[in-house]
């Protein structure tokens, strides 16, 4: 039986109703939090989140959010907070990826890569931290992506903004230590999500022949990473970013 260890949190989850993000949705409810599935578009796929998490969680809401609008993420943290009650885990897991050579970058794929993946979390962050800091707790998990760990030519604008979400991370956890406020970081190597397997099929068979362990990541693998980021069993752990990535690091 899984020991619900989150029981009397709530937790945010940005991009919840896919992939990584439905993964920790399921590890969160599993363990007895309240969740909250943020959404851009795709209510479908959010909704069925809530379907599947239902019979687990204490409470569960999907709420729609464009984490790159400073308004719209008050909107939601409101509407959690009126729901679900104070915010005591925000997942920032919301991202978009692209691959472009540098002959086909433009400074507008740059400028919406930066929106999404690097001010949708300071964002969500400055939307939580203060009630985190004035109850003299909260935990923030962000997830960047093994590409802000290593060179990526054909990626420099996700890459940049993953490496970006990095220092941000470290940033954050030195300033809110003092306050009870961990923040740390898991960096997923290549991972067995929808958009992965839409992608270059090509591509992933490269990244999978040079990955020590031979395989991609399941969503739940990382999940787990985010369940040790969250929980007293790393109690002492902040400013940390911890690769998911079968070894090719």
Known sequence: MTERI??????VVTGGGRGIGRAICQMLAERGARVAVNFERNQQAADETISMIA???ERAMAV???VSESAAVDRMMRAVREQLGPIDFLINNAGIATT???HDLKYEDWRRM??????GPFLTTWAVKDEMIERQFGRIVNVSSLAGIKIKPDMIHYATTK?????FTRHCAQAFAPFNVRVNCVAPGLTDTDITRNGNLELVDQLIAVTPMKRMAEPAEIASVVKFLLSDDSSFVTGQTVPACGGRC
Request: proline fraction near 0%; hydrophobic fraction near 40%; aromatic fraction near 8%.
């Open 6 to 11: 989150f029981e009397d949190r709530t937790a």
């Open 55 to 57: 019979g687990q969680a």
């Open 114 to 119: 930066f929106d999404i993946n690097v001010d």
């Open 163 to 167: 490496a970006a979400l990095i220092s």
């Open 100 to 102: 472009t050579s540098h």
């Open 64 to 66: 729609q959010a464009d």
